[in-house]
Structure formats: C-alpha cells, structure tokens
C-alpha cells in the first residue's frame, strides 16, 4: 500500500515503521501535524485484519489528533501509534519496552498515551525504555474518567440546543461500547437521571452496566435502530456509514469514539436527517486535556475545569454550521485549521 495516494494520507509529516524481531512488535508511527507543538496521540493495540487497516488507522487517527489537541486549545500536534496484535494474547511488558525504545527515538517529536487496547501498567512499561509517555501510574493516570466528563457535558449542551432540554433526567441515551470511557459516562448520565439503553460486545460489561445503572440492554446490531433522544459511540471509528445512519433513529449524535464518520459525505447525510452530531475529536477531548497537565504540578481540579470548556466550544461549532449553512463535521475543521495551518491566524499561541 502506497502512504502518499492513500485516501487518508493528509500532508502527514512522518509515518515511521517499527519492527522488532524478539518480541515480533509490529508497529506504525503516524505524526500528522507539529505546528501547534510535538505531535500526542494514544498507543493502540488491535487486531487488525491486515496492514493496510493498520495504516489507515494510524492515518487518520492521528490526523483527528491534530484537530483534536487545536479545539481543546493545547500547544501539542497530532500523532498515533497502532501496534498490530491482540492485546489479549500478543501483548507483553517486553513488547512495550521494545516500543518505547522506538518512540525514545523520536526525541520528544511525538508522545504517547494509553488508548484501546492499552493501559495505565501499559504506559508504566513504556516509561521504562522512554520518558515520553504520559498516563502511567506515577503520573495522571487513567484519562478515560475525564474523557467521559467531556462528553456528558457535550451531551448535555447538545440536548439543550436540540432538544431545549435544560437537563439529563429521563432523556433517552443509546450508548454504543462500555469500555473505559463508556462505562465511565454510564455512571455520570445514570446520576443525571438518563434512561440508558446499552450494549458491548463484552457481555460481562453489559450485565454489570445493567445491574448497576439501571439500563436496558440490546444486540449489538440493534444499538442503531433504537428509539433514543441520543445515540453514543463509544467504541471503535467508522460507524457512522451508509449502513447504519439510515436506521438511526435519535436527534443527537454524541460520544467518546474516536473517527465516528466512516467518511466526510456523512457528516452531511447527517445535517440533513436533523440529526445533531457533536464532532468527536471536540467532545471526546478530555482524555488528552488530562494527560497535557500531566508534570509536577498536576492538578486534577484544574483539569476538570479545562475539560468543562468542550461545552463552550461545541457551542461555537454548532453556531458557525448554522450560521454558514454547513455540517457541524465541516465547521468544527473549519475552526481547528484555523489554528494549526501553517499561516493561521496565531491561536496556535493560545495557553492552557
């Protein structure tokens, strides 16, 4: 597979191979943008059909970083690193020391962070052949519970701009993947009073998401054609396609997925059923506004109070596609390139 003609390939400054012959690490080193800072994206560990999946989605995992990192206001581009295996059976505290010999290399041109298929003990191996990771156990820990504070608040600033809803109790909420951060926002929306209808592919996470929070559980297949006030990706990208959109059947598209759109025309398929999408590199950020703070100062409170900024922003994107008369997808880039091009305007100065 060719990177420069690849459908995704978006002027990436660097896209690096990793192999390791004793631990059998295969992995891809995706840096889109540097012109805000160095490029911070998560680790990830899947079982990818072949490498050309794993190239696509180290292409544009770490461009929606980039876009990512410029909405939230930090002085950090956009990277990725996917490591091809199961998490469940490949993975090895050798293979992440292998890893992190890889990423050293870089020189702090990227950082990494934990993602699916990763964990805090994850990042501790790392850490131990590189000082550029974040998240591990000595340091912010594990970001998906800010992930999942972003989102919530996203949603609830997307009921009420849709749904003129000033509250959380008894809206309808689909929720689509209950690992870290999905689970996370179960927690948050079941205290906000939300009827949750969920499912997971971990039947075990179903059943303890049931019995504590109340929900009502549903097929895999079946997540997209339930009646929902909102629909939550909270798994894996690309499930907004020409499959799944037709049977929605919610006014609100919100959640902590990263890559929701299977591509941009759906972005437009949406505005034009009425459906409210809140761009996920937008409201999924706090994970990365958590790892940012992470040093000596480390202020959790502080963080928090960032993370509850993504409302304010997602109400500037929702305002500038109606004003402009165009998807929320097209104006949430709009405004993110408008601070990482290089010639723009110089809110790649903006602070924290």
């Excluded at 400054?13 to 800072?37: C, M, P, S």
């Excluded at 998240?135 to 996203?154: L, N, Q, R, Y």
């Excluded at 703070?293 to 963080?303: A, I, T």
């Excluded at 305002?319 to 405004?335: F, K, R, V, W, Y």
């Amino acid at each position: 597979m060719s990177i420069f003609t690849a459908v995704d390939f978006d002027c990436h400054e660097q896209v690096t191979f990793f192999y390791d012959k004793e631990t059998r690490l295969k992995a891809i080193v995706a840096i889109h943008n540097t012109y805000r800072g160095p490029a911070l994206g998560g680790c990830r560990m899947w079982a990818y059909a072949d490498e050309q999946q794993a190239i696509t989605d180290a292409l544009r995992l770490s461009r929606g970083m980039t876009y990512k990192a410029a909405m939230a206001n930090l002085p950090f581009g956009g990277g990725k690193v996917i490591i091809m295996g199961d998490a469940s059976k490949d993975k090895s505290p050798a293979l992440l020391r292998a890893l992190g010999k890889c990423i050293e290399g870089f020189g702090g041109h990227y950082i990494t962070a934990e993602d699916v298929g990763t964990s805090v003990e994850d990042m501790d191996s790392i850490l131990e052949t590189t000082s550029y990771a974040l998240g591990g156990s000595k340091g912010s820990g594990d970001p998906s519970p800010f992930t999942a504070i972003g989102v919530c608040e996203g949603i609830r600033l997307s009921v009420k701009y849709r749904l003129q809803k000033s509250s959380l109790d008894s809206v309808k909420i689909a929720i689509q993947g209950l690992g870290h951060a999905g689970y996370h926002l179960c927690k948050l929306l079941a205290k906000e009073g939300a009827q949750l209808i969920v499912t997971d592919i971990n039947h075990k996470l179903v059943d303890k998401v049931v019995e504590k929070f109340k929900a009502r559980a549903v097929l895999p297949d079946a997540i997209y054609g339930v009646e929902a006030d909102v629909f939550a990706p909270c798994a894996l990208g690309g499930i907004l396609n020409d499959h799944t959109i037709p049977q929605l059947k919610c006014v609100v598209v919100a959640g902590s997925a990263n890559n929701q759109l299977d591509a941009n025309i759906h972005g437009k398929i949406l505005a034009d059923k009425q459906i409210l999408y809140a761009p996920d590199y937008v409201i999924n950020a706090g994970g990365i506004i958590n790892v940012s703070y992470e040093g000596p100062s480390y202020d959790s409170e502080r963080v928090i109070r960032h993370v509850k900024k993504i409302p304010e922003t997602l109400l500037h994107v929702f305002q500038t596609a109606e004003t402009l008369q165009i998807p929320t997808s097209e104006a949430a880039d709009l405004i993110a390139e408008g601070r990482f091009k290089e010639g723009s305007d110089g809110n790649h100065l903006e602070t924290k």
